[in-house]
């Protein structure tokens, strides 16, 4: 006698509680499939990721306190394992351009299929990539018509919210002090933070970091 294939363990991300709801009904139809936690906000997802240990994160990206790409990128550098799905309503560029950089597997609109959905989660969950047909379309398009641009949404989308946030402090000429000040974290933190964003911007100081953050518009 075979022994039973276990299922696909499924962290759903999703901001509405109605919607949230629909998917653990379709997922509880579903043998193969087994919703292991629920999130509401990207600071949540991170927290739930770690502990639970999913096969695949299903992250919806517009979240209030933190957004799915920095989800996405926080949890893609803590647990390489766990493969990440985009699913959005919508497939703005910035989204299309920083889920991807951010090392989501793939990225579907919410307008998919059921079981289209379940075959994308497969092949995700099997090692493989998926961008649904139209956002491929459009990256293919945004790309060929201002690869600079892409360029700049990809580096922006490569900040995190709170590092964006100390980036636009470096500035406006504050110290490190004073950004850990205004922004109730310690001194340490704050240092952390300006080696993250040098490196990400490739700069040396924070006179470049600034310059590029305005010459580029990055915050």
């Not at 009904?25 to 087994?34: A, I, N, R, V, Y």
């Not at 994160?57 to 790409?69: A, R, Y």
Request: with cysteine; aromatic share 4%; proline share 2%.
């Amino acid at each position: 006698m075979s022994e039973a294939i276990a299922p696909i363990h499924i962290l759903l991300v999703e901001d509405h509680a109605l919607m949230r709801r629909g998917l653990m009904g379709q997922f509880s139809l579903e043998p193969d499939f087994k919703v292991v936690g629920e999130a509401e906000n990207g600071q949540q997802a991170i927290e739930l990721a770690a502990q639970l240990q999913p096969d695949i994160v299903l992250m919806d990206i517009e979240m209030p306190i933190l957004d799915g790409i920095s989800a996405t990128q926080a949890i893609k550098s803590r647990e390489n394992d766990i493969r990440v799905l985009a699913l959005s309503a919508f497939g703005k560029d910035a989204q299309v351009v920083g889920m991807l950089a951010a090392g989501a597997d793939g990225y579907c609109l919410k307008s998919i299929e059921w079981q289209q959905l379940l075959a994308v989660l497969r092949l995700i969950q099997g090692g493989g990539t998926y961008l649904d047909p139209q956002i491929a379309h459009k990256l293919a398009s945004m790309l060929k018509a201002n690869t600079a641009m892409a360029s700049q949404v990809a580096t922006m989308s490569a900040l995190t919210a709170r590092e964006r946030e100390v980036l636009h402090l470096i500035s406006e000429g504050a110290s490190n002090q004073e950004i850990a000040d205004q922004l109730y974290l310690s001194l340490g933190t704050i240092k952390a933070y300006v080696r993250t964003i040098l490196n990400k911007l490739s700069v040396d100081d924070r006179v470049q970091a600034a310059a590029k953050a305005v010459r580029e518009g990055l915050i």
